[in-house]
Structures are given as C-alpha cells and as structure tokens.
C-alpha cells in the first residue's frame, strides 16, 4: 500500500489562491491594462498548479481522494460551462473568484482534512498544520475564516444581489464577515442591495456565527455522522458551553442548545409576524422579514432589513420589546439561562409542589452576570435618558424617551440595532456607550466584548487589593490568581488593540474622533452599531475593521490561547527584583 504524502504544491496552490483572493480585493477598482493582464496570467498559473497537483497525486492517493477530486473537476467545469454560456450572470472577475474559491477549498480539504481511513495522511502532514489542528483556538480561528470566505462567495453571485451587476468583492468579504461573526456593520443597504437568497445566506451565517463553529462542527460531525473529536475541541467546547467535557454530557448540552436557540427564535419569529399583520398581512414577506429579524436579534447582529433601523418603530412598544427580550437572551448565553431555569423548577418543585428538593441555589458565575448586566441595564436606561432627554428624544413624549433609553441601553452593549439616531447623540451619551460596547455581554453568550464576568473578575481583584487581602473572595468563594491575571490580560490587550486601530483609522479617515473610536470599538465588540461610518469606509478602513470584527467574535480568550505556548519546564529560579512603579 502506497503510502500518501502531502505535496507541497497542495500548500503552495491554498497560498497562492489566498493571494489571488487578496490582490483581487485591492485592485478591483483599478484600470490598468498591464493589471489586468497580470491578473489573468496569475488566475491559469493558478488552474494549471492546481491541474498538476491532482494528476501528479491522482493515481497514488486512495479512492477517497479520488473520489473528491474528481467532484470537484465536475463543479470546476459546471462553473466554467454556467460563464461560458451565461446560465448564471456573471462577470469573468467572479468567475475567476468562484474558481478560486474552489480551488482553495480543495486544497484546503487535502491540507486539514482528515481521514480515518488513512492514519499516514496525519503523519505526513507539514508540522504547521499539525500545530494548528491540535490547537483549538487556531481550529476556531480557521473555522471562522472559511466561513467568511464561502460566504463571501455566496454574496459575490448575482443571484445573490438584486441588480444584475454583483456587489464589489470587498463589500461581499465585509458583509461575510460582519454576518459570520454576528456583528451586524454594512457597507451596503441590506433591503435594497441583496435579493431574497443573499439575504438568506446572511440569516445563515448570522445563526452559524451565533451558535459557532465548533459547536455546529461537533453537532454535525459527531451527532448527525458518529465522527469522532478530538479531545482538545471537546474541551474547547465544553469551556464555552460550562460543561464538565464528558462526551454523553456534552453531546446532551449541544442538543439542549440548539433546542434553546431555535425555541427562543422561533418565540421571536412568531410574535413579529404577529405584530407585523396590520402592516405586512398573512404574506411570505411577513414570514421572511420575521424570521431574519427574530435570527439577528437572538444571535444579537443587529443586521436590520430597514434602511433606517428600528427608528421609525421608537414609540412602539411591543416591537421594542420583542427585540429586547430577544438581546438580553441572547446575551445572557446558555449556561446562564439554563442555571436560571433549572433554579425556578426547584424553586416550584419545592415551593408550590411541596416536594423535597436539595438546595442549590444560583451559581457565582450566573449571580456576577445578572448583578453587572443588571447595573448597566438600568444605569444606561437612567444616563442615556439624563443626557439625551433635551437633546435626541425631547420631541417624543416621556413614556417614549423613556421606552427610548431603555431600548439602546439593551442593544448597544451587544445587538446594534437603535431607534434613534446615534450621529445625533451628545458627546458623554456617546462616551456611555461607547464604555457599554467594550465591556459587551455574558462570557458564552452571543455577545462580544470583553465579557462582564471579566469586569467582576477585575472588580473583585481590585476591591481586594485596596482591602489588603491576599485572597480574591465574592459571595464566600475564592477567584485563583491565575484567573484574575487572564482577566487583566484580556483587559488589557483589547485595550491596546483598540488604541492602534483608532490610531490607524483616525490616520486613514478624516472622521472627528469620536465617531472612530465609536466605530472602532463597535467592530471589536461585535455590537454593530454605527454613526455612518462604515458606508463610508476606505479599503483599510474595510480590511481593518473585518480583521476587529474576527478578533473580537472569536474573543480575548482564545487570541491568548493562539498566542501562549506550553511551558517549558526549568529548574531554574532567578533572585526577585524591585522595580518602581507608579
């Protein structure tokens, strides 16, 4: 049995498309012959690398990988006969990118794939793919990037867009990666832009996005095909899902979220296709606008069909609290949620059913969680109210400016949707919000930011060090050291990521300052909230705000995973030092 190796021209042929993939974003808008002569000649180098690859392979490869191959030579020339005979409008530079995408998910497939059936394909893979698959966070990490690549193939198609001509390929990357990472900023108008399909392939992406990548990839992989995981992305999933990592136990919590999540959006579809009758009838929009609403408000994206947002829907109160409900959900996160429902059945079982139950009470996570998102909840309702009711909200009446503050003190930490106009709002509202934005939602949740129970972390640490303690105690529990030293961490690091990006886009842009901090942190944070920036973004300012957007949707914790390294163990202790400070 001929053993299989993997060709370095499978890796140089994933690169090379890569950078096709790339150029192709930066020079769209540019006419130069000699360009675009370049640009051909790079696209068949690319087809004939790729053709050699397979050939030189084809015969000594199992029929597994023949099998794909061939497949994917059937998709190539389908796509090549839908251009060359115009099945499917399309221009030849999206031709050129769905071939390329393509070509780079095959040797993607033949790079990272794995085989049960061929154990000498894992040992004979290059040693940087074996580091990243055996890291989780860089599993995560690649997870989320093909997303947004097919994604952005999917909103590169005509079908995808309602005019025959396709959006640009950096407005496609942009609006991929805000859907997938469940940020909800666009560079486009959503309702008049994408047709019905592209608007379908957001609602995908958001609720892909939303449950994320490893927990549809073990749903799908283990529970739907019996595939087996590794452990490190069992563990992986049972630290964002607060499970023990049993695998029974695990694969029962995946289900109970998927049931949670479609329940919670199907209570949501329901009720805004209720609400929306008098103005949409018993219709198939209705039902669209309703489920896409009901997916971007749980998943807390914030991508709304409306040009203008929720703020022709201010003074309405039922809407309002549809999405309310729907955010604070979701951005309370399953393991909250789940500790809060199996609270009330004991407190039912024991109080009402008179039943013997053991007490366990609300757990300490749980407790820091809705005590901090509690104090923001009603802390933004009564500032954005006190800063904004003479300025924003003083022509509404004072049920609405209240309804009004309530609502963007929901949405802002988390979602991105407004019913009032954020370029009108005051400077400190703006400071408010902005604060809001960065400290975000529940670890675990939809949400983004640097998590409130990092905030509690960080708040007891401090509360401890002016007290003179040595231990970090709340509510009769001890926080590690270690624990309270990530926290920092990720305090501190997103802090700093923020600084040089605002620094970036301020140098890039000519917007005030405020609107680039807000627009900046708003993309870190994954809220989606914008002043009109984002229409009005340059090529960094794009490229620059996916990259936040990615980073902040995978979360501080598991860029610090992609960037620690195991400890070396050393018997060496150095003489400690005292240094000045402050």
Same mark, same amino acid.
């Given at each position: 049995?001929?053993?299989?190796?993997?060709?370095?021209?499978?890796?140089?042929?994933?690169?090379?498309?890569?950078?096709?993939?790339?150029?192709?974003?930066?020079?769209?808008?540019?006419?130069?012959?000699?360009?675009?002569?370049?640009?051909?000649?790079?696209?068949?180098?690319?087809?004939?690398?790729?053709?050699?690859?397979?050939?030189?392979?084809?015969?000594?490869?199992?029929?597994?990988?023949?099998?794909?191959?061939?497949?994917?030579? !059937?998709?190539?020339?389908?796509?090549?006969?839908?251009?060359?005979?115009?099945?499917?409008?399309?221009?030849?530079?999206?031709?050129?990118?769905?071939?390329?995408?393509?070509?780079?998910?095959?040797?993607?497939?033949?790079?990272?794939?794995?085989?049960?059936?061929?154990?000498?394909?894992?040992?004979?893979?290059?040693?940087?793919?074996?580091?990243?698959?055996?890291?989780?966070?860089?599993?995560?990490?690649? #997870?989320?990037?093909?997303?947004?690549?097919?994604?952005?193939?999917?909103?590169?198609?005509?079908?995808?867009?309602?005019?025959?001509?396709?959006?640009?390929?950096?407005?496609?990357?942009?609006?991929?990666?805000?859907?997938?990472?469940?940020?909800?900023?666009?560079?486009?108008?959503?309702?008049?832009?994408?047709?019905?399909?592209?608007?379908?392939?957001?609602?995908?992406?958001?609720?892909? !996005? #939303?449950?994320?990548?490893?927990?549809?990839?073990?749903?799908?992989?283990?529970?739907?095909?019996?595939?087996?995981?590794?452990?490190?992305?069992?563990?992986?999933?049972?630290?964002?899902?607060?499970?023990?990592?049993?695998?029974?136990?695990?694969?029962?919590?995946?289900?109970?979220?998927?049931?949670?999540?479609?329940?919670?959006?199907?209570?949501?579809?329901?009720?805004?296709?209720?609400?929306?009758?008098?103005?949409? !009838?018993?219709?198939?929009?209705?039902?669209?606008?309703?489920?896409?609403?009901?997916?971007?408000?749980?998943?807390?994206?914030?991508?709304?069909?409306?040009?203008?947002?929720?703020?022709?829907?201010?003074?309405?109160?039922?809407?309002?609290?549809?999405?309310?409900?729907?955010?604070?959900? #979701?951005?309370?996160?399953?393991?909250?949620?789940?500790?809060?429902?199996?609270?009330?059945?004991?407190?039912?079982?024991?109080?009402?059913?008179?039943?013997? &139950?053991?007490?366990?009470?609300?757990?300490?996570?749980?407790?820091?969680?809705?005590?901090?998102?509690?104090?923001?909840?009603?802390?933004?309702?009564?500032?954005?109210?006190?800063?904004?009711?003479?300025?924003?909200?003083?022509?509404?009446?004072?049920?609405?400016?209240?309804?009004?503050?309530?609502?963007?003190?929901?949405?802002?930490?988390?979602?991105?949707?407004?019913?009032?106009?954020?370029?009108?709002?005051?400077?400190?509202?703006?400071?408010?919000?902005?604060?809001?934005?960065?400290? !975000?939602?529940?670890?675990?949740?939809?949400?983004?930011?640097?998590?409130?129970?990092?905030?509690?972390?960080?708040?007891?640490?401090?509360?401890?060090?002016?007290?003179?303690?040595?231990?970090?105690?709340?509510?009769?529990?001890?926080?590690?050291?270690?624990?309270?030293?990530?926290?920092?961490?990720?305090?501190?690091?997103?802090?700093?990521?923020?600084?040089?990006?605002?620094?970036?886009?301020?140098?890039?842009?000519?917007?005030?300052?405020?609107?680039?901090?807000?627009?900046?942190?708003?993309?870190?944070?994954?809220?989606?909230?914008?002043?009109?920036?984002?229409?009005?973004?340059? &090529?960094?300012?794009?490229?620059?705000?996916? &990259?936040?957007?990615?980073?902040?949707?995978?979360?501080?914790?598991?860029?610090?995973?992609?960037?620690?390294?195991?400890?070396?163990?050393?018997?060496?202790?150095?003489?400690?030092?005292?240094?000045?400070?402050?």
């Amino acid at each position: 049995m001929n053993e299989y190796k993997i060709s370095p021209l499978s890796c140089i042929v994933f690169f090379v498309s890569l950078l096709f993939i790339l150029a192709a974003a930066f020079t769209q808008n540019i006419a130069m012959p000699a360009l675009l002569h370049i640009d051909r000649t790079a696209f068949f180098l690319l087809v004939f690398l790729y053709i050699v690859d397979v050939v030189s392979k084809y015969s000594d490869r199992k029929s597994l990988h023949n099998y794909f191959d061939s497949i994917f030579a !059937g998709v190539l020339i389908l796509a090549y006969i839908c251009y060359k005979f115009s099945l499917i409008m399309m221009t030849f530079m999206t031709f050129r990118l769905v071939i390329t995408f393509l070509i780079m998910g095959r040797s993607f497939m033949k790079i990272f794939g794995t085989n049960e059936e061929s154990r000498d394909i894992q040992q004979h893979r290059p040693k940087f793919v074996t580091n990243a698959m055996n890291n989780p966070a860089r599993t995560v990490l690649l #997870g989320y990037l093909y997303l947004i690549l097919f994604g952005t193939l999917l909103l590169s198609l005509p079908i995808s867009v309602t005019n025959e001509e396709p959006i640009s390929f950096s407005n496609a990357l942009f609006m991929a990666a805000s859907a997938g990472t469940i940020t909800g900023l666009a560079t486009v108008d959503v309702l008049a832009t994408f047709s019905v399909f592209g608007k379908i392939v957001l609602c995908v992406l958001v609720q892909v !996005g #939303g449950l994320g990548i490893m927990i549809v990839s073990y749903f799908f992989g283990y529970i739907i095909f019996r595939r087996k995981m590794k452990y490190q992305n069992k563990a992986n999933i049972s630290a964002d899902t607060n499970n023990d990592g049993n695998g029974r136990s695990l694969s029962s919590t995946i289900v109970h979220i998927l049931i949670f999540t479609f329940f919670v959006e199907l209570l949501g579809a329901v009720s805004l296709f209720i609400h929306f009758i008098p103005l949409y !009838g018993l219709t198939a929009k209705n039902v669209g606008y309703a489920i896409f609403h009901a997916v971007t408000g749980f998943c807390n994206a914030g991508f709304c069909i409306y040009a203008s947002d929720l703020t022709p829907f201010v003074s309405d109160i039922p809407l309002n609290l549809i999405f309310s409900f729907l955010i604070i959900i #979701g951005g309370l996160g399953f393991p909250v949620c789940s500790d809060i429902v199996r609270y009330i059945i004991r407190w039912w079982r024991k109080n009402i059913l008179h039943q013997y &139950v053991p007490y366990k009470g609300l757990s300490v996570n749980t407790k820091i969680v809705l005590i901090i998102s509690s104090l923001f909840l009603v802390g933004g309702t009564l500032l954005f109210y006190g800063f904004e009711h003479q300025n924003v909200i003083r022509d509404f009446d004072i049920g609405t400016q209240y309804l009004a503050s309530f609502f963007q003190s929901v949405t802002v930490r988390t979602a991105g949707f407004n019913s009032v106009d954020f370029s009108s709002l005051r400077t400190p509202t703006l400071m408010m919000l902005i604060w809001m934005m960065f400290i !975000g939602g529940a670890s675990g949740s939809m949400a983004g930011g640097v998590k409130v129970n990092t905030l509690g972390i960080l708040s007891v640490s401090l509360f401890s060090f002016l007290r003179g303690r040595s231990e970090n105690v709340i509510m009769h529990k001890s926080i590690s050291h270690t624990l309270a030293y990530k926290s920092f961490f990720i305090f501190f690091m997103s802090e700093l990521l923020m600084i040089i990006s605002i620094i970036i886009l301020s140098c890039t842009h000519s917007a005030d300052f405020i609107t680039v901090c807000f627009e900046t942190i708003s993309a870190f944070s994954t809220t989606g909230a914008s002043m009109g920036m984002t229409s009005n973004l340059n &090529v960094v300012g794009k490229y620059l705000i996916i &990259v936040l957007m990615v980073l902040g949707k995978i979360g501080p914790m598991t860029v610090l995973m992609l960037l620690s390294r195991e400890e070396t163990p050393s018997n060496i202790r150095y003489p400690d030092v005292d240094i000045l400070i402050g």
